[in-house]
Protein backbone atom coordinates (compact mmCIF):
# COMPACT_ATOMS: atom_id res chain seq x y z
CA UNK A 1 0.00 0.00 0.00
CA UNK A 2 1.04 3.51 -0.75
CA UNK A 3 -0.13 6.53 1.32
CA UNK A 4 0.19 9.74 -0.63
CA UNK A 5 0.43 13.54 0.75
CA UNK A 6 0.23 16.77 -1.50
CA UNK A 7 1.62 19.88 -1.02
CA UNK A 8 2.08 23.25 -1.82
CA UNK A 9 -1.34 24.66 -3.35
CA UNK A 10 -2.20 28.19 -2.55
CA UNK A 11 -3.53 31.20 -4.39
CA UNK A 12 -2.03 32.70 -6.68
CA UNK A 13 -2.44 35.62 -9.18
CA UNK A 14 -2.63 34.80 -13.29
CA UNK A 15 0.43 34.37 -15.12
CA UNK A 16 2.21 32.95 -11.40
CA UNK A 17 3.63 29.69 -10.63
CA UNK A 18 3.76 27.08 -8.30
CA UNK A 19 5.35 23.99 -7.48
CA UNK A 20 2.81 21.11 -6.08
CA UNK A 21 4.51 18.12 -4.64
CA UNK A 22 2.90 14.82 -3.79
CA UNK A 23 5.63 12.96 -1.03
CA UNK A 24 4.96 8.97 -0.95
CA UNK A 25 5.33 6.35 1.60
CA UNK A 26 6.39 2.94 1.15
CA UNK A 27 9.72 1.25 -0.47
CA UNK A 28 8.18 0.14 -3.72
CA UNK A 29 7.51 4.00 -5.18
CA UNK A 30 10.12 3.75 -7.91
CA UNK A 31 7.37 0.55 -9.35
CA UNK A 32 4.60 3.11 -9.96
CA UNK A 33 3.59 5.36 -12.35
CA UNK A 34 1.67 8.67 -11.13
CA UNK A 35 -0.29 11.18 -11.79
CA UNK A 36 -1.64 14.76 -10.75
CA UNK A 37 -5.44 14.67 -11.49
CA UNK A 38 -7.33 17.99 -11.31
CA UNK A 39 -11.16 18.38 -9.96
CA UNK A 40 -12.34 21.73 -10.45
CA UNK A 41 -16.21 22.37 -8.96
CA UNK A 42 -18.81 20.96 -11.42
CA UNK A 43 -16.49 19.64 -13.33
CA UNK A 44 -15.10 15.58 -14.04
CA UNK A 45 -11.60 14.95 -12.59
CA UNK A 46 -9.01 15.29 -15.65
CA UNK A 47 -5.37 13.82 -16.00
CA UNK A 48 -3.44 16.69 -15.88
CA UNK A 49 -0.03 14.84 -16.00
CA UNK A 50 1.41 11.49 -15.73
CA UNK A 51 4.91 10.18 -15.42
CA UNK A 52 6.44 6.79 -16.27
CA UNK A 53 7.87 5.23 -13.14
CA UNK A 54 11.24 5.57 -14.49
CA UNK A 55 10.58 8.88 -15.12
CA UNK A 56 10.96 8.83 -18.92
CA UNK A 57 7.47 8.79 -20.54
CA UNK A 58 5.44 11.67 -19.33
CA UNK A 59 1.88 12.80 -20.78
CA UNK A 60 -0.27 16.37 -20.63
CA UNK A 61 -3.37 17.01 -21.21
CA UNK A 62 -3.55 19.85 -24.20
CA UNK A 63 -4.51 22.44 -21.59
CA UNK A 64 -1.67 22.49 -19.07
CA UNK A 65 1.14 21.45 -22.18
CA UNK A 66 3.77 23.83 -22.18
CA UNK A 67 3.02 25.33 -18.95
CA UNK A 68 3.52 22.62 -16.73
CA UNK A 69 6.16 19.82 -15.83
CA UNK A 70 5.90 16.99 -14.26
CA UNK A 71 8.68 15.01 -12.77
CA UNK A 72 9.61 12.47 -10.07
CA UNK A 73 12.73 11.77 -7.23
CA UNK A 74 12.45 8.29 -6.81
CA UNK A 75 15.62 8.37 -4.12
CA UNK A 76 12.76 11.23 -2.47
CA UNK A 77 9.70 8.87 -3.22
CA UNK A 78 8.05 12.41 -4.33
CA UNK A 79 6.61 13.06 -7.46
CA UNK A 80 6.26 17.08 -8.59
CA UNK A 81 4.09 18.83 -10.59
CA UNK A 82 5.43 22.75 -11.84
CA UNK A 83 3.02 25.08 -12.98
CA UNK A 84 3.93 28.43 -15.08
CA UNK A 85 2.00 30.48 -16.58
CA UNK A 86 -0.83 29.55 -14.54
CA UNK A 87 -4.66 30.37 -15.74
CA UNK A 88 -8.27 31.31 -13.43
CA UNK A 89 -9.02 28.18 -15.45
CA UNK A 90 -6.71 26.12 -13.70
CA UNK A 91 -8.26 26.42 -10.37
CA UNK A 92 -9.21 22.78 -9.11
CA UNK A 93 -8.54 20.93 -6.13
CA UNK A 94 -5.22 18.82 -7.59
CA UNK A 95 -4.34 15.31 -6.13
CA UNK A 96 -1.55 12.91 -7.38
CA UNK A 97 -2.23 9.08 -7.79
CA UNK A 98 -0.26 6.08 -8.20
CA UNK A 99 -0.45 3.22 -10.67
CA UNK A 100 1.12 0.06 -9.54
CA UNK A 101 3.19 -2.00 -12.82
CA UNK A 102 0.73 -3.98 -14.70
CA UNK A 103 -2.23 -1.82 -13.35
CA UNK A 104 -4.43 0.26 -15.94
CA UNK A 105 -5.94 2.29 -13.26
CA UNK A 106 -4.86 4.47 -10.72
CA UNK A 107 -5.23 2.90 -7.65
CA UNK A 108 -3.90 5.26 -4.70
CA UNK A 109 -4.87 8.53 -4.29
CA UNK A 110 -3.57 11.50 -2.03
CA UNK A 111 -6.19 13.56 -0.31
CA UNK A 112 -5.69 16.68 -2.61
CA UNK A 113 -4.31 20.54 -2.69
CA UNK A 114 -6.24 23.38 -3.74
CA UNK A 115 -5.35 25.81 -6.35
CA UNK A 116 -6.86 28.90 -7.03
CA UNK A 117 -5.53 31.40 -9.72
CA UNK A 118 -7.03 34.92 -9.46
CA UNK A 119 -7.38 37.27 -12.62
Known amino acids: QVQLVESGGGLMQAGGSLRLSCAAS????????MGWFRQAPGKERELVAS????????YYADSVKGRFTISRDNAKNTVYLQMNSLKPEDTAVYSC????????????WGQGTQVTVSS
Open 26 to 33: GRTFSSYA
Open 51 to 58: ISWSGTVT
Open 97 to 108: AARPRGATTFIY
